[in-house]
T-cell receptor, first 117, second 117 residues
Framework: AQKITQTQPGMFVQEKEAVTLDCTYDTSDPSYGLFWYKQPSSGEMIFLIY??????QNATEGRYSLNFQKARKSANLVISASQLGDSAMYFC??????????????FGTGTRLTIIP | DVKVTQSSRYLVKRTGEKVFLECVQD?????MFWYRQDPGLGLRLIYFSYDVKMKEKGDIPEGYSVSREKKERFSLILESASTNQTSMYLC????????????????FGAGTRLSVL
């Protein structure tokens, strides 16, 4: 079963509008972390925002916020006032402990966001 | 500034060749990771290392091996390259958490696009 699901392969959004990228996850562990990464056409993965499973408040980093709904197992990324430079692939990821007790990330399949001028 | 360097951006190899992909980090991180990225599949973990000479299989280790002789360097080895190993390969590193999951951001290199002909 997929642990991280991103149901939007591609999205087109008008510049300056807000955009929500969906992410749902599946885990039975009480302790986990949720990450969002951005991958521009250059290829490098850029960390955007993090939410811990015990965090009471939604994480925010500048124009990025994470809409964390624990009961629904959802961790959507919200980008306010989108800009042309936001055009990129966006990946949701969840941290978990491996069978040998080491931390690793599992990634979703990504959403390609295109901002239209 | 955080730096993860992959030795090549582009690589073309022949079927059956032994291929080495090198990754170096300068952040004194304990953990290092190798992923491959394919369209529609997101990032999939091949192997990771949580200490020098220590390694753990990821989700798709078949056809690959790794080496970590020094803390800053993590090598991915394709023993006998095949066409189905044509992909983008991403290296990452992070701190280690000994007390359960923490906000251990993974920092990525720019990626190596490998073509096996």
């Amino acid at each position: 079963a997929q642990k991280i699901t991103q149901t939007q392969p591609g999205m087109f959004v008008q510049e300056k509008e807000a955009v929500t990228l969906d992410c749902t996850y599946d885990t039975s562990d009480p302790s986990y972390g949720l990450f969002w990464y951005k991958q521009p056409s250059s290829g490098e993965m850029i960390f955007l925002i993090y939410q811990g499973s015990y965090d009471q408040q939604n994480a925010t980093e500048g124009r990025y916020s994470l809409n964390f709904q624990k009961a629904r197992k959802s961790a959507n990324l919200v980008i306010s006032a989108s800009q042309l430079g936001d055009s990129a692939m966006y990946f949701c990821a969840m941290s978990e402990i491996s069978n040998f007790g080491n931390e690793k990330l599992t990634f979703g399949t990504g959403t390609r966001l295109t901002i239209i001028p | 500034d955080v730096k993860v360097t992959q030795s090549s951006r582009y690589l073309v190899k022949r079927t059956g060749e032994k291929v080495f992909l090198e990754c170096v980090q300068d952040m004194d991180h304990e953990n290092m990771f190798w992923y491959r990225q394919d369209p529609g599949l997101g990032l999939r973990l091949i192997y990771f290392s949580y200490d020098v000479k220590m390694k753990e299989k990821g989700d798709i280790p078949e056809g690959y091996s790794v080496s970590r002789e020094k803390k800053e360097r993590f090598s991915l080895i394709l023993e006998s390259a095949s066409t189905n190993q044509t992909s983008m390969y991403l290296c990452a590193s992070s701190l280690s958490s000994r007390d359960g999951l923490a906000k251990n951001i993974q920092y990525f290199g720019a990626g190596t696009r490998l073509s096996v002909l």
